[in-house]
C-alpha cells in the first residue's frame, strides 16, 4: 500500500511502540469543500473522453481518458492518458498508461486503446480496455477487450498476452462491437465484465478469479441498436446498470444521454422505473443523465466515485456546443471529463437531482474531512492507545487498538482502506459502534456496545491480506457499513444495524490476533441526500386558440411545407401515411404541417398512434412533434423503427460549417399508441429558445428527456410530421395537437 509517494526513510520507525513515537497531527478538516466548475479536465487537456476515477493507495485520485490527442492542434494520439488530483478538482497530467510501442500480442500497431475502466482485484490494479484493432481480420473493425495488469494505478501497466473478450463474429457481417468493458465484483466474489454497443448490445460475462479471462455463457443485458458504453453498481440491493444511448459524436447535434436499468442479479433482467427491460425491442431505460439547455450536450459515457462524506458523484464526457471539435470542424469531437452530483430518489439516480450537467460554480467532492489521516508522518501524536504500532511505508500497521484524539458525533462517515496481514479481525470503532472485518469468522460485523450486533457474510474466496476498503455511514441511528475492493459501487459485503443511542465519541483503528495495515483513515460529516427531485414541466390551461382536435377537418391556422395530400382528417384524428421520406440532410423531401406557437412559456403535446410491431427492421419510419425554423434547423421528437428497436427520439439538425449537422436524444419508450410533448421556455439571459421533450405510454406518467436550443431571434413553429419509410405501409394517427400555457 502507499507506494507512489512514500519514502523508504519511514522504515526506520519498524517495530516501534506507539508510546515512544514522536509526534505530529493527522491533517483534520472541517468539511467546508471548494468550489469547482466543469470541465474539470481544462487544464491539462481540451478533451478526455470515456473518463474514470479512482482513488489510489496513496490518497490522490487518478483519471483515465480514452485515446485522443488531448490539446487542440497538437495531432498526437496518447494511449491512455492518466491525470491525478488531491481535491478531485485540481488535475495534473501524468502521462500515457502505455507507451508508443507498447500494445497486447494480439493488436496491431496501429491499435488505439479506448473507454479505460481501472479496477483493483486483488492485490493489483487491472485496467480493461478496448483494443481497436487486432490481428484476427486484415479488414479492421475486429475489437476486443483487453487487460493489463499494474501494482500502482499509475503503472507500470503489462498487457495480458490473451483478450479478454475475443473479437466476435457478427451475424450481420463483420465483427460485433466488443467495446467499452466495465467490471464489477459481486458479494459472493465473483468478477464480471460488461462490454458491448450498438452492434451486438451489451452483455456481461463471468471472469477468472484473476479478473484477465472470460469464462461462462454470457447473458445480454441490454438490447443492440440502443445502448453502450456500460457501468454498472450495486445501491440498496439492486443492481444498477448505467448505459449510454444515441451517438456519442455528432459534434454541435450530439444528443448522448446516460439512462438506467435496475435488476436484482448482476446478469439481469434490468428493467427501467417503469418496469420496461433493457432487453425489449421497445427498449426501457430511465434517464439519469441528460442535457438541459446550458451549454453541455451529449453528456454521456459514465464512471463513478464517492467522496469522503459519501456523496455519489458522476464522472462522464461532454461536448461544449460552442466547440464541438478538437480542430477542424467533422474532425474529432471535443470532449472533456465533466463530474456532477449523483442523487438517489426513490430508488433511482438522477444528476444533481434531475437538474442535469452543471455549468458554473458548484460545492466540490469532499476531499478532507474531520479526521484526515493518511500516514505520511511517522509520528503518531494525534493518536493513543495501547499495542504496537508503526507508520511505514505510508501506512499504519500493528494491532491492538489506536484511538484518534479527534472527536466526532452526529452524521458521519467513517472510513479506511485495511487489510490483515496476520489478524484474524481488524476495522474501525466510532464510540459506542464497532464494524470489523472478522477474517476468522468469515463476516462483516457491526456491534454497539450494550446493544445489537448485525453481520453479513464474507466472498468465501475473499484474501483478507489483499486491500480493501471499508466504510462505515450513521445517519441518526441507522448504521450501514460497506467493505468493497476500492469503493467504486462494487460491494463485498454489506451491514446494517438500528443503534439504541446516536453515536458520539472518537475513531479507533483495532486489530486483534495478529497484524493489520490502514491507510486513508477518515471521518467526515455524512452528506445530506436531495430531498426530491426537481420539479419537470407541467401543462397547465389548454389554449384553444393554438390547439387543434380535429374534429372538423383541419384547423385553417396549419400551414404545410410540401403538402402531402395522403394526409387527411376524419373520425376525429389526423390520419397520414407514413411517407418514404426524410427531413435530415440535404434532400428535405419530407412533408410538414406546421402552426404557429404562442409566445412564452408552453407546453405542446400530442397523442399519436404508430403501430411499427416489434424486433422486425423498419428503418426510419415514425411519426411525431417538431420544433421547425427550416429545413436545415429543427427538433423533432418522434417514435421511430432504428433497426429492430423502437425508440422515441428526439432529433436535431442545425447548419454547420456550411452544412446541415444531424443528431438525436433519447427520450422513455414508445407504446403503439404515445404521448408526446415538447416544453418551450425562453432564456431570459441569452434569448435563445429551449425545447426540453417528453414522452408517456398512458399520457399521465412522463419520462423528460433532453433540451435542443434554437438561437434567439429565430421563430419556430410547431408541426407534425410522418416520415422515414413507405414499407409496409403504416399511417400515423394524430388525435389532437394541443398547447398549454
Known sequence: ????????????????????????????????????????????????????????????????????????????????????????????????????????????????????????????????????????????????????????????????????????????????????????????????????????????????????????????????????????????????????????????????????????????????????????????????????????????????????????????????????????????????????????????????????????????????????????????????????????????????ALTSRTVTGGDLRAEADLRLTGAAAAGLTVGRVEVRLDAAAGRLVAREAGGVTASAPLPAALDPADPHHLAVEVRGRQLVAELSPARLGDQLAVVSLRLTRPTVGRLTVTATGGAAEFDNVSVARLHRPAPRAVPEPRAGGVLPAYSDEFADGLDPAWRWVREDPAATVSGGALRWPVQAADLTGTGNTAGVLLRDAPTGDYVVETKVTLDLGEETVRNYQQAGLVAYVDDDRFARLAQVAIWNTRQVEYGYELPFAGQPVYGGNIVGTPATTTWLRLAHRVDPATGEHEFRAGSSRDGTSWTWGGVWTFPAGTTPRIGLVAHGGAEPPVTAVFDYVRFHG
Not at 509517494?5 to 519498524?14: F, W
Not at 466543469?38 to 487537456?45: D, I, T
Not at 486503446?113 to 481497436?132: E, L
Not at 478538437?326 to 426513490?346: A, K, S, T, Y
Request: charged share 20%.
Open 1 to 400: 500500500m502507499g507506494q507512489l509517494r512514500r519514502g523508504g526513510a519511514l522504515a526506520a520507525v519498524l517495530g516501534l511502540l506507539l508510546a515512544a513515537v514522536a509526534s505530529a497531527p493527522a491533517t483534520a478538516g472541517a468539511d467546508t469543500p471548494d468550489r469547482y466548475r466543469n470541465p474539470l479536465s481544462a487544464g491539462f487537456a481540451d478533451t478526455f473522453a470515456d473518463p474514470v476515477v479512482v482513488r489510489g493507495d496513496d490518497g490522490f485520485w487518478y483519471a483515465y481518458g480514452t485515446t485522443d490527442p488531448l490539446r487542440e492542434g497538437e495531432k498526437r494520439f496518447h494511449r491512455v492518458p492518466t491525470a491525478r488530483s488531491a481535491d478531485l478538482v485540481d488535475w495534473t497530467y501524468l502521462g500515457d498508461a502505455f507507451g508508443p510501442d507498447q500494445r497486447p500480442p494480439y493488436a496491431t500497431a496501429g491499435a488505439g486503446f479506448w473507454a479505460p475502466d481501472v479496477r483493483r482485484v486483488g492485490d493489483r490494479w487491472v485496467m480493461y480496455v478496448t483494443v481497436t484493432d487486432t490481428t484476427v481480420s486484415p479488414d479492421g473493425g475486429d475489437f476486443a477487450v483487453g487487460a493489463a495488469t499494474a501494482p500502482t494505478p499509475t503503472g507500470p501497466w503489462t498487457f495480458a498476452d490473451q483478450p479478454v473478450v475475443a473479437p466476435r463474429p457478427g451475424g450481420g457481417g463483420g465483427w460485433l462491437w466488443t467495446i467499452d468493458p466495465s467490471q464489477f465484483t459481486d458479494v459472493d466474489g465473483k468478477h464480471y465484465l460488461y462490454y458491448g454497443s450498438y452492434y451486438g448490445g451489451i452483455s456481461v460475462t463471468e471472469l477468472s478469479a484473476d479478473g484477465l479471462r472470460a469464462v461462462g455463457a454470457p447473458t445480454l443485458v441490454a438490447i443492440d441498436n440502443k445502448f453502450e458504453g456500460s457501468y454498472v453498481l450495486r445501491h440498496d440491493g439492486w443492481y444498477y446498470l448505467f448505459a449510454s444511448t444515441a451517438n456519442c459524436c455528432a459534434g454541435p447535434a450530439t444528443g448522448y444521454s446516460v439512462q438506467v436499468g435496475r435488476a436484482t442479479s448482476p446478469r439481469g433482467p434490468f428493467v427501467d422505473r417503469d418496469g420496461i427491460p433493457l432487453t425489449a425491442s421497445r427498449a426501457g431505460g430511465t434517464p439519469v443523465l441528460t442535457q438541459n439547455g446550458n451549454r453541455w450536450i451529449g453528456t454521456g459515457h459514465n464512471g463513478f466515485l464517492t467522496d469522503l462524506s459519501g456523496q455519489d458523484w458522476i464522472v462522464y464526457h461532454a461536448i461544449d456546443r460552442a466547440d464541438p471539435y478538437l480542430d477542424e470542424p467533422f474532425g474529432i469531437n471535443e470532449r472533456p471529463m465533466l463530474i456532477d452530483r449523483l442523487d438517489w430518489i426513490d430508488g433511482w439516480p438522477r444528476v444533481n437531482a434531475g437538474a442535469g450537467p452543471s455549468d458554473g460554480d458548484r460545492r466540490a467532492p469532499v476531499t478532507t474531512a474531520r479526521l484526515d489521516a493518511r500516514f505520511d508522518s511517522p509520528a503518531l501524536s494525534d493518536w493513543t492507545g495501547s499495542g504496537t504500532w508503526r507508520v511505514t511505508d505510508g501506512h499504519l500497521a500493528g494491532t491492538g
